[in-house]
């Protein structure tokens, strides 16, 4: 989100809008993405020998060498898994020409929020270090290293400081509301302002008329459209006036602008909500788990339905332009899909979950 | 976008230059008894079918080997076809040498 470069290795980078040489390495990469059947089978492994004998055939297998050499578990497999991402998407990135680096920068800016904003929870409920530094996944324009330093930071204050001295935006927002903050203790008033600012900020940097910055553009405000509604479900019955419910609103939806999330947020029911957006391209994946929701009663049901479905948008970027930022996009979600997939596996495996619960759980579209 | 709006205008004047020059310059050929200016017009067009064709070869190829050096670092096994794949462009070159040998044949 700065100036800053990104430290990549790279000895060859398409300049300008050239797709080609980009685009061909990517498809490459997309041919090794793990198929069904080897989820299927990962799924049967009687424990976590079994599951380490099949990873290291694929292409994780050097990721988990390394890791392998400080013991044979299902943390070292995690471990092994987010430096495979980590290694891919910096890889992606080290190969993309100047339209697709700004463009994808921008998306993967998610994760940088993603883990600023965990840092500062970290520090709000002052947790162990360690504990929250393998949570960090730094695909973004912070390093692990920047995001260990932020860790190291005493206090809030310090973060927002560190994050100001290395010119990251971050800070702006931060600083705004840290006298707030402090006062009040409300955490959420931080990431709020966090929120807001990261998909402003995104908004305004994939405002253009190129098809590439379109793709990209849709992209996000789906990602918007889709936490503006989840806010608004979570939001139904919680009696907040038009100003509060206001505040909870992201910047750069298509389909959910401010007034149809006030409308949404003060509704009374789930069914109401159900009504007013059956219309939207949101109304079929939330259909289809109403009967679910009856029957759990948790938004959880909504949330999973809407993750789904921005993968699914996000696979499908790739179906345009065969030499254009939508294959670029969908790699990186179907990578990251997969990385989930395979944590889910390994830690159900691991704790002796029933094969089905573990179908249940993976994001396969 | 420009990417494509320069390849249609490199293939379309190499496709005007190849097919209407030389037709211009036959006609007058055939009208008129031959003048020094005929000649000169004729070896300018296949000089031009040639390098015209020799430029619409270069962008094809550049194009797919950009895409092919993409994809022989991450699938080497794909090297035989994208050598056939970067040989294709050829034909293109060689229709210009065959106009151009024709014409001044």
Redesign the interface.
């Known amino acids: 989100m700065s100036d800053r470069k990104t430290a990549v290795v790279s000895t060859y980078r398409p300049r300008g809008r050239d797709y080609g040489y980009t685009n061909a390495r990517i498809r490459g990469m997309r041919s090794r993405l793990l198929k069904q059947s080897f989820f299927d089978e990962l799924m049967t492994a009687k424990d976590i020998g079994a599951i380490i004998q099949k990873i290291m055939d694929t292409e994780y297998g050097p990721d988990l060498e390394g890791r392998l050499l400080h013991g044979r578990n299902a943390t070292q497999v995690d471990e092994a898994l987010k430096d495979n991402m980590t290694r891919t998407f910096r890889k992606v990135l080290s190969h993309c020409n100047d339209e697709a680096t700004t463009l994808v920068t921008t998306l993967l800016g998610r994760w940088d929020l993603f883990n600023v904003k965990t840092i500062i929870r970290a520090k709000h409920m002052k947790l162990d270090e360690e504990e929250v530094a393998d949570s960090l996944i730094a695909v973004g324009q912070l390093t692990q290293v920047d995001a260990d330093e932020l860790l190291k930071q005493s206090d809030i204050r310090r973060v927002v400081d560190t994050l100001a001295t290395w010119g990251l935006p971050f800070a702006v927002p931060l600083r705004e509301v840290l006298p707030q903050y402090e006062e009040e203790e409300d955490l959420s008033l931080l990431e709020l302002a966090l929120d807001r600012y990261y998909y402003e900020w995104a908004s305004k940097r994939l405002r253009g008329w190129r098809a590439n910055k379109e793709i990209a553009r849709t992209f996000l405000s789906a990602q918007v459209d889709t936490m503006n509604l989840l806010t608004a479900i979570r939001l139904l019955n919680a009696d907040l006036g038009e100003e509060d419910a206001s505040r909870f609103f992201l910047p750069g939806g298509d389909v959910v602008d401010e007034p149809l999330f006030l409308e949404l947020s003060g509704m009374s029911d789930v069914d109401e909500v159900f009504n007013r957006i059956k219309k939207t391209p949101y109304g079929k994946p939330l259909d289809e788990v109403a009967l679910l929701f009856m029957e759990k009663g948790s938004v959880s049901v909504f949330e999973r339905a809407l993750e789904d479905y921005l993968f699914r948008i996000a696979f499908e970027t790739s179906k345009g332009d065969p030499l254009g930022i939508g294959l670029t996009i969908s790699y990186l979600w179907a990578k990251a899909n997969e990385i989930t997939n395979l944590r889910i596996v390994v830690k159900g495996v691991t704790v002796g979950m029933p094969e089905e619960r573990m179908r249940e759980e993976l994001i396969i579209v | ?1 420009i ?1 494509n709006r320069l390849a249609k205008m490199v293939f379309g004047s190499a496709f005007l230059t190849t097919m209407m020059v030389p037709a211009i310059a036959f006609a007058e050929e055939a009208a008129a008894p031959r003048d020094p200016s005929v000649d000169i017009a004729m070896y300018a067009a296949a000089g031009a079918s040639l390098c015209i064709a020799a430029m619409a070869t270069a962008f094809a190829q550049s ?1 797919i080997g ?6 022989l ?3 080497p096994e794909a090297g035989t076809t994208l050598i056939v794949l970067q040989a294709l462009p050829e034909t293109i070159i060689l229709l210009g040498f065959v106009i151009a040998f024709m014409m001044t044949a």
């Open positions: 976008m990417k194009k950009a895409a092919g050096a993409g994809t670092a991450e699938r």
